[in-house]
C-alpha cells in the first residue's frame, strides 16, 4: 500500500473520531497535553487533514531534502514548552479552535473528501513546498509527517476524553514506527534504543523520541 494510501485511510480514522460526542462536550477542558485545551488539540489534530490541500495549490518545487534532514532541521523537537515556536503551534490551535467542534470536524471532513480524489493524481515525484519552513519534501515525505502527527495526537485526544484510541490501518505502523525509532536514537543513542526493546534487564527509563 503507498504512503498516500495510508495517510488516507488514518485520516478517515481521525476525522470519524473527531466526532466523538465527548470532543465536544470536553472542548473547553484542559487536555493531556500542557497548556492545551481538548479544543485547540483537537483544531491541532484537524489540521493535519485541513493544511494538506492547500500545500498541494501552492506552487510545485524541484529541489527538496529528505526526511531525516527534515526532522534535523526542525526545532520544535527539542524546543520547551515557552519556545517561540511552540507557543505559535498553541496559539495557533487554540485560535482555530474558537470555530467551534462541529466546524473543526466539517472541515476536517471536506478536506479528506477533497483528498480522495487529489491525491491518486498527484505524480509519483511531486514535490511540496513546506507552508511553515523554507524547506521542500517529497510530497510522500511530507505525507508520512502527517502520519505521525495524526497517530501522536490522536492518543493525545482519546487520553483527553477518556476514551480507547482507535485502530489505525495495519500499514500505518510501519513508517510512523520507522521515524519514532530514528528520532529516539537521534535523542538517546542507538544503545538505549536496542536496549529498551530487547533487554529490559538494561532498559533506558525513557526512549521517548518527541
Partial sequence: MSVREVYLESAEVVTAFLAQPAVAERWDAPSSLARLRVGGLTAHLAG???????????PVVDEHIRLAEHFARSTWID??????????????????????????????TTALAALRRRLPAE??????????????LSLDDFLVTRLLELAVHCDDLATSIGADTPPFPPSWFDPVISVLCHLAARRHGQPALIRALSRAERAPASIAGL
Fill in 48 to 58: 493535519q487533514v485541513t493544511q494538506v490541500p492547500p500545500v498541494l495549490d501552492a
Fill in 79 to 108: 524546543s520547551g514548552l515557552d519556545s517561540d515556536v511552540n507557543v505559535y503551534i498553541r496559539c495557533s490551535a487554540e485560535e482555530a479552535a474558537t470555530a467551534g467542534a462541529a466546524a473543526v470536524t466539517e472541515a476536517a
Fill in 123 to 136: 505524480p509519483p515525484d511531486r514535490v511540496i513546498q513546506l507552508p511553515w519552513g523554507p524547506w521542500s
